[in-house]
């Protein structure tokens, strides 16, 4: 089964952004360098006994130039602290990237796997794998190999969704 570069770039992002939270390294370590640096430039400072405008922090510069590319016209964060600041800059431009290239139905489930509550936010695995061989109507009526494998994969779906209700309710208990 192969997925195409869309559904990969879609499974790539955060559940928050309609994704499966499959992150890819080179998508959080802009974000993760700039935060660290960030939320050290203070304990940094005292180190070394002076204030930050007197020291570079080396690569720090080369990282913002990166950000201001991979995200153009995009501001630094508000809290330069947070990595998850830094990172849904960017995944909302592939986000949005993704909205103005999908088909309509494509579109139609990105847009509810990100509604808030959505029972389908980051269970939605059916669907995604599916559009990979076509629409989910030609699949129930491709034989018993097809009506097998929709099986599984509901079987499956239903097991990340109870797993997904555990882990809320224990992040609740917390």
């Not at 630094?76 to 999908?102: E, I, M």
């Not at 847009?111 to 389908?120: H, M």
């Not at 079987?155 to 309710?169: A, K, P």
Request: neutral net charge.
């Amino acid at each position: 089964m192969q997925l195409n570069e869309q559904s990969w770039t879609q499974a790539s992002l955060p559940i928050r952004f309609g994704g499966l939270g499959i992150r890819k390294i080179s998508s959080v370590a802009l974000p993760a360098f700039l935060s660290s640096v960030h939320s050290s430039a203070n304990l940094i400072s005292k180190i070394l006994r002076a204030p930050p405008s007197n020291f570079e922090i080396a690569g720090l510069e080369e990282a913002r130039n990166a950000f201001l590319i991979a995200c153009p016209g995009q501001n630094f964060p508000v809290s330069p602290k947070s990595q998850r600041s830094w990172d849904d800059l960017n995944c909302k431009l592939t986000y949005d990237n993704l909205l103005s290239c999908s088909t309509d139905s494509a579109r139609a489930r990105l847009l509810a796997s990100t509604e808030a509550g959505s029972d389908v936010n980051g269970c939605d695995i059916m669907v995604g794998i599916s559009e990979s061989f076509g629409m989910l109507e030609d699949l129930i009526g491709g034989g018993s190999e097809w009506q097998r494998l929709l099986q599984r994969v509901s079987q499956t779906q239903r097991q990340l969704q109870v797993l997904l209700h555990v882990c809320q309710r224990l992040m609740c208990r917390v």
